[in-house]
């Protein structure tokens, strides 16, 4: 018999009160995942559709293989996961600024098949995402590299919805310069949204990056019985001079 629901940890964060928790939801007749900052939801096992196709649709830009990827935000370990699944990875760096959420998926709190901790190719980097996009340091101190085939961001609501104030400046063009020089000739930048295509945001991309384009996402919701929609950003960075 499966609890209603439980609360499987809980801490305080410079962001706000952080919880996941899993409860037995009737509707989809299964166990739900769900990860809380406040009163907002950032994620939900219900809903993994995009998380997943934000990693399946950037890859799929890239040809060859040997491919060095990271991803901005952890979460439930979807978009992570789905980079795994490709066979052309050759390495992932993870980036999170909430230790803790890497401590659930080290100690499979949060059980993804397979977990990410049992995967050679991924390690978990502690750090926030936009300040160190501004460190000397770059992305990822430990890698070997400096640049990215692809670099895939699945952190604030929206360009325009953010979690933190400071985050604002990476979706101006300022911002996305320094992404920019993270990644290879040809690279990708992949971002999630919770909100319709923004026309400002593109034309951002669009003075940064050899093309750019937003891809609208469909998927169930079963709690209100409709379709629901993400938009997915994909910049293509310019090649080498």
Not at 79 to 99: E, I
Not at 130 to 143: I, K, Q, Y
Not at 146 to 167: E, K, Y
Request: glycine letters at 6%; a negative charge; aromatic letters at 8%.
């Amino acid at each position: 018999m499966n609890r209603r629901f439980q609360e499987l940890d809980w801490c305080s964060t410079p962001l706000g009160e952080l919880s996941l928790r899993r409860r037995w939801d009737a509707t989809v007749d299964r166990d739900v995942l769900e990860i809380k900052l406040d009163d907002e939801f950032l994620m939900s096992s219900l809903f993994t559709v995009a998380e997943t196709e934000l990693a399946r649709r950037a890859l799929a830009e890239l040809p060859g293989g040997d491919l060095d990827v990271l991803v901005g935000g952890l979460g439930l370990g979807y978009t992570a996961q789905a980079v795994l699944a490709d066979p052309r990875v050759r390495s992932l760096s993870v980036v999170k600024a909430l230790d803790v959420v890497i401590e659930w998926h080290e100690n499979e709190l949060i059980p993804t098949e397979p977990p990410l901790v049992s995967d050679r190719r991924c390690r978990f980097v502690h750090g926030d995402f936009f300040a160190m996009l501004r460190s000397p340091e770059g992305l990822d101190p430990t890698a070997p590299w400096r640049q990215f085939h692809a670099i895939v961001v699945d952190i604030d609501h929206s360009p325009r919805h953010v979690l933190d104030p400071s985050h604002r400046e990476f979706y101006e063009p300022a911002g996305l310069r320094r992404l920019a020089e993270y990644l290879c000739p040809n690279g990708v930048f992949g971002l999630w949204s919770n909100d319709p295509p923004d026309q400002g945001f593109l034309t951002a991309l669009d003075s940064v990056f050899a093309q750019a384009r937003a891809e609208v996402v469909t998927f169930a919701n079963p709690l209100q019985n409709r379709d629901a929609t993400a938009t997915l950003y994909l910049a293509t960075a310019r090649p080498e001079s």
